[in-house]
């Protein structure tokens, strides 16, 4: 018999070849998934948010399943009663307290609105040097003939600020209408959870499974981690700018200070609408300049705590992001994805930290970094 012999150059030149191949498919897939994700990022915002909330909720829907036995759309249908009890409760208790609140600043309105006209009236006239007319009919005859020229500048522009307005009015409604298919979408998807992830699992090839579930199991605790520092930075961003408004003397802090704090979980749209509200509510208020730099370093300071100790160290933290590393998410998420990226930088952020620790240790373990020579092959066949 003639020896047979093994190429093993060739034969390692093959696999490295198939191993390039294989990653460089990989790259392609993985930016023409960045791309589209990018062009539907506004499409998929309540497709993800829907996600994450049947990830979050999947846990309750699954203990009910093994503890009362109840079908996976019974227990979502229960979730689901919970939650509007929950919120119902919740409504009855504070509702009354924020509706007495506004109630004292909806009274005392026009007694803020004189105080602001006599105050700001006489600033104005001696800041800019004119004398401002007291009544309607005295601005008519101040402006004579003037306001013809007026009324065709206006018309002019007429169509520009309709259509300005119209296009506000269409991203508001487009907003609100996905706002409204998120828990739509969470109550098709959260019955039907398992069994996706199954399907996910079962494009994995065998050989990788174990090692992915592994993966898995890891992301997983990450992400549970990311959603209670979530929480509960928006419980202590909801005391802090309550407290804080209470103290500079605004009216209606409680109710202010909740929908700042709730709605912190959205990068600077808490802040923003918070802030909106407490400055309006101080002008008319008219209590001076002090009370407005009050609101401005109420919310500055929360915004400074929030950035600089309790998203970096309650959520960053729990999911293995320094404080550098979250505000790096964040602008990364947003110069890629806008809105939607900011909102899902951080958990993408912290899945990437997982993986990529994963990868070192496997690159650390590859013949590429440890060139040593391998064991001598045992199945060679010699011949004779």
Known sequence: ?????????????????????????????????????RALAAVLTPLALALVLSYALDPPVSWFQ??????RWAGTLLLFLVALLLVGLGLLLLLPLVAREISLVADALPEHLLRLRDSL???????????????LGALVAR??????????RLAGTAGDWLATLAASTAAVLRAVLSLLLVPVFTFYLLPSFPALLAELRALIPPRYREPADALAREIDGVLAAWIRGQVGVMLCL???????????GVSAPLAIGAVSGLLAFIPYVGLGVGLALA?????????GLGQLLGVLVVFGSGQLLDGLFLTPRIVGKRVGLGPVGVLVAL????????????LVAVPVAAVTVVVAKRAVAGYRRSRFFDPSPPAAPTGAVEGA
Do not use: K
């Open 1 to 37: 018999m003639q020896r047979e012999r093994v190429n093993l150059p060739n034969a390692a030149l093959a696999q490295r070849s198939h191993r390039l191949w294989h990653l460089a498919c990989g790259a392609i897939a993985a930016v023409l998934a960045l791309w589209l994700l």
């Open 66 to 71: 093994r503890r009362w036995l109840l079908p």
């Open 121 to 135: 009236v006489p600033w104005v006239e001696r800041t800019f040097h004119v004398v401002l007319p007291d009544t």
């Open 143 to 152: 402006a004579g003939s003037d306001l013809g020229a007026l009324g065709g």
């Open 238 to 248: 909801t005391v802090v700018y309550t407290a804080g408004l209470a103290l500079v």
């Open 279 to 287: 400055l309006t509510v101080a002008l008319l208020e008219s209590q």
């Open 331 to 342: 602008l990364v998420g947003g110069g890629l994805f806008g809105f939607f990226g900011v």
